[in-house]
């Protein structure tokens, strides 16, 4: 299994046999974050894995998963750090998953009590991780994710490439199953909104969200050899959308 596999096969596990995996495999994962490119490679980030297999963390296990390994991630706080943080800690979950291992994101567990941050670093988000107690994967058809007709607006005819990107961006997890994306396709480009709430700007988890989903565009590119770029379009980015916020836009260069 490679990454573009587990993007349609991996599912959040949340129940881990306390079991520990070797050393070799934790330094795969370090390994593997060292060559991930961010989404802004001028954002500079961190990850710590912490050993829990005895058990010891108990305030993870109230306020979250009981799980073996917790990986946390920190970084610079900059402009769209967590949309960044997301983009990298997805690629992760989706490694652990082709090694066998499963995960679940944490939305409120942080590492200890008190300042949660590394000097300048700050703390963005925990993926729970380990063996896991029962299946790991599910087929595609098991995820309970909005039909494409029902997140996409159609302009033109995509290309099949496009479809596969979508395939792939909808299959995306989101805190709470929210699937805050929408999607404007043309024949060889995606712009990317999210569903306007009261407040004009994204909250965390949101743009944390669109992160995943930005990376799952990323790892289907890279899966079919395609020349993709993710870029803020300024003639889109100011016009005004009643209903919808203007993210990003995904182009297709031929």
Not at 48 to 63: A, E, P, V, Y
Not at 179 to 206: C, L, S, T
Request: glycine fraction near 6%; hydrophobic fraction near 40%.
């Amino acid at each position: 299994m490679n990454l573009y596999e587990a993007i349609f096969l991996r599912k959040s596990v949340h129940s881990y046999e306390m079991e520990p995996v070797s050393s070799e495999l934790i330094q795969e994962i370090r390994d593997f974050y060292s060559q991930i490119e961010g989404l802004n490679p001028g954002i500079r980030t961190e990850i710590s894995i912490i050993d829990n297999t005895r058990g010891q963390n108990k305030l993870m296990h109230l306020l979250g998963t009981k799980a073996p390994y917790y990986l946390a991630f920190y970084s610079e706080d900059k402009d769209l750090a967590q949309m960044n943080a997301g983009y990298i800690m997805e690629q992760i979950a989706l490694f652990l998953c082709t090694k066998g291992l499963g995960s679940c994101f944490l939305g409120n567990v942080k590492p200890r009590f008190g300042n949660t941050n590394r000097g300048p670093m700050k703390f963005m988000i925990m993926l729970a991780f380990g063996k896991s107690r029962g299946s790991y994967t599910r087929k595609a058809a098991e995820a309970r994710r909005i039909d494409l007709k029902d997140l996409c607006v159609y302009k033109e005819i995509p290309r099949q490439w496009i479809k596969q990107l979508l395939d792939a961006a909808r299959l995306a997890p989101s805190s709470f199953n929210s699937q805050p994306w929408r999607f404007v396709v043309y024949d060889n480009r995606i712009h990317v909104f999210a569903k306007r709430h009261a407040m004009d700007r994204m909250g965390k988890f949101e743009e944390m969200n669109f992160g995943v989903m930005f990376s799952h565009f990323m790892v289907v590119a890279e899966e079919l050899w395609l020349d993709v770029d993710l870029i803020r379009l300024d003639d889109i980015s100011h016009k005004n959308f009643p209903n919808n916020q203007y993210v990003l836009s995904v182009i297709l260069r031929t």
